[in-house]
């Protein structure tokens, strides 16, 4: 019997090469994605190409595609309301010089991006010196909306899991129901013609 050659074990990406892998899915050109994620502008083709042959970002590339092509779920939607509901401010930022928060666009992975309602950028040109500052601003999205969306979601979920622990441990669980449980419980039962 032949043994299965063992599945190699993928470095992780480095944060350039996770922005990489984001910016080749917006539109498949590597080299501008090579560009976009901060290689340098010269030699972006051939970092694009480079990129493309490492393993991990092949692997990233492809799980990324699998699971935009994937149909949405329960378990997705929630995961993406959770996403919002657990949002915070530090998940963005960064303690700068004096304690002040600085934004790090570079920590904003994919799923966290979500939760971003609104990014701003300002640049202003000082007429006398010709310096830019740019300013860059962001906005949760609604965390209590996402909450407030969740928390049926969770609520539907426990329901069901109470009927499939009914149906498997039959009355000893049903006797463990408080009354307002047990009411669902019928009701289920009733919707699914018992």
Known sequence: ???????PVLKPLRLRQQRFVHEYL???NAAAAARRAGYEVKRSKSYGCEMLKKPAVKAAVAAERARRAAP?????????????????????????????????LWRLE??????????TVVEQTDPKSGAVTRTVGFKL????????????MLEARDEAAGLARGRRDGIAAVAALTAEQ?????????????
């Open 141 to 152: 999205a609604d965390r209590s909306a996402a909450l407030i969306k969740l928390l049926p």
């Open 26 to 28: 917006v539109d498949g």
């Open 110 to 119: 994919r799923d966290r991006a979500g939760a971003v309602k609104e990014l």
């Open 72 to 104: 949405m779920s329960r378990e997705s939607v929630m995961a993406a309301l959770r996403q919002v509901a657990e949002a915070n401010v530090l998940d963005y930022a960064r303690t700068g010089p004096g304690g002040a928060l600085e934004l790090d």
């Open 182 to 194: 047990f009411g669902r419980f019928r009701e289920g039962l009733a919707r699914a013609g018992r």
């Open 1 to 7: 019997m032949s043994k299965a050659a063992p599945t």
